[in-house]
């Protein structure tokens, strides 16, 4: 049988090992701090993304109101007085059928068609597409900025002013068929729905 030595408790201060030097100092509750610490580190990083984020959100849904209001402010303007200057210096023409004086009294809203285009004249024959409205018929139908459009179904386009009679004319809803001379020179022929404006 083994025997078991008794082995003498220390004094205050000393080495349970024997030795004189003073015990380490310990900090039960350091560890538990340093997690506090951390959590409230991660926690306040994450409600700073989550601000930040909100805050980026909040200006994109302001910048897009800010815009739709400046653009509806445009339109109101283009609808009272005479087109503006287009690219060049040429008078830009939109190729939708819009009255130029609003209607006197209440009357029936007629449908008109529009390609949700913006166009101007070609240096040659056509009317060359200054901009595409997204979305929109014309956006649908492939169009881009740069293109001509050289016939409208079976009307031959020689003009900006004749493209927005051609689409006046045209059937809200029914597929037409665009003649198109792109930037690179390429013709292609695309098909378009021409929306309704009210």
Do not use: N
């Not at 201060?13 to 538990?32: E, I, K, L, M, Y």
């Not at 031959?156 to 059937?171: K, T």
């Amino acid at each position: 049988m083994e025997q078991t030595a008794l082995r003498p408790k220390p004094m205050p201060g000393q080495d349970p090992g024997g030795g004189t030097g003073p015990a380490p100092v310990r900090h039960p509750h350091a560890a538990r701090r340093r997690g506090r610490r951390l959590r409230t580190v991660l926690f306040a990083l994450s409600v700073g993304t989550v601000l930040v984020l909100s805050g980026i959100g909040l200006g994109t849904v302001g910048a897009t109101v800010i815009g739709m209001s400046r653009l509806a402010e445009l339109q109101r303007q283009a609808g009272q007085g005479a087109p503006g200057a287009g690219v060049r210096g040429s008078p830009s023409v939109a190729a939708d059928s819009r009255p130029s004086a609003p209607p006197a009294g209440p009357s029936p809203v007629r449908a008109r068609a529009s390609l949700g285009l913006e166009v101007v004249d070609a240096e040659k024959a056509g009317a060359q597409v200054v901009g595409v409205h997204v979305p929109g018929p014309g956006y649908s139908a492939g169009l881009v900025r740069g293109d001509v459009l050289l016939a409208f179904g079976r009307t031959r386009i020689d003009s900006a002013a004749d493209l927005v009679r051609a689409v006046a004319d045209a059937p809200p809803g029914k597929r037409i068929i665009l003649t198109v001379r792109h930037r690179s020179g390429g013709y292609q022929q695309l098909a378009a729905v021409p929306g309704v404006v009210t």
